[in-house]
């Protein structure tokens, strides 16, 4: 079975490789000492910090199986050096034409995006839109709440 490549900035890998470092060395050891205080309580059967521990300790194995798998799977995006055309990586100013609203985002893949931090996902309605498009370009974004247009203004090396 093929998985998916997963998209990543060099910034969103190392992101992810600190956090896996972090879950190894740290968190592991600090649910280990839970567990064995637990056990030293006696009757597991009982013991709600045990399978309080257990639990944490499974959730954490899960997450860390999962960051090994994205960052084996992962794809570095290399940054749009010329600049003259949306990719993944690079960074836009575009017009919301309705109210001539300018928004700035950075083009990323699905595991970094955070529209709180104006990175949006190649996938979203607005960056499946503009990848591939140049600056001054209007598209059409077809999102949930209707058909909206927006002009590419600038790619801003990034």
């Given at each position: 079975m093929t998985k998916k490549k997963v998209m990543l900035t060099q910034?969103?890998?190392?992101?992810?490789?600190?956090?896996?470092?972090?879950?190894?060395?740290?968190?592991?050891?600090?649910?280990?000492?839970?567990l064995k205080a637990a056990i030293a309580l006696g009757d597991l059967?009982?013991?709600?910090?045990?399978?309080?521990?257990k639990t944490e300790q499974a959730f954490?194995?899960?997450?860390?199986?999962?960051?090994?798998?994205?960052?084996?799977?992962?794809?570095?995006?290399?940054?749009?050096?010329?600049?003259?055309?949306?990719?993944?990586?690079?960074?836009?100013?575009?017009r919301d034409l309705e109210f001539d609203e300018d928004e700035t985002y950075k083009i990323v893949g699905p595991d970094e995006a955070d529209p709180d931090k104006n990175r949006i996902s190649n996938e979203s309605?607005?960056?499946?839109?503009?990848?591939g498009q140049t600056a001054g370009t209007v598209v059409q974004v077809h999102a949930p709440a209707g058909v909206?247009?927006?002009?590419?203004?600038?790619?801003v090396k990034a």
């Open positions: 910034e969103g890998y190392d992101k992810l490789v600190e956090k896996l470092n972090y879950l190894k060395s740290v968190k592991r050891i600090e649910i280990a000492d839970r059967s009982e013991n709600s910090e045990y399978v309080d521990a954490l194995e899960g997450e860390i199986q999962d960051l090994e798998s994205k960052l084996h799977n992962s794809e570095i995006i290399q940054e749009n050096s010329d600049g003259n055309v949306v990719s993944i990586g690079s960074k836009v100013v575009i309605p607005i960056g499946k839109a503009i990848i909206f247009q927006y002009k590419i203004m600038e790619i």
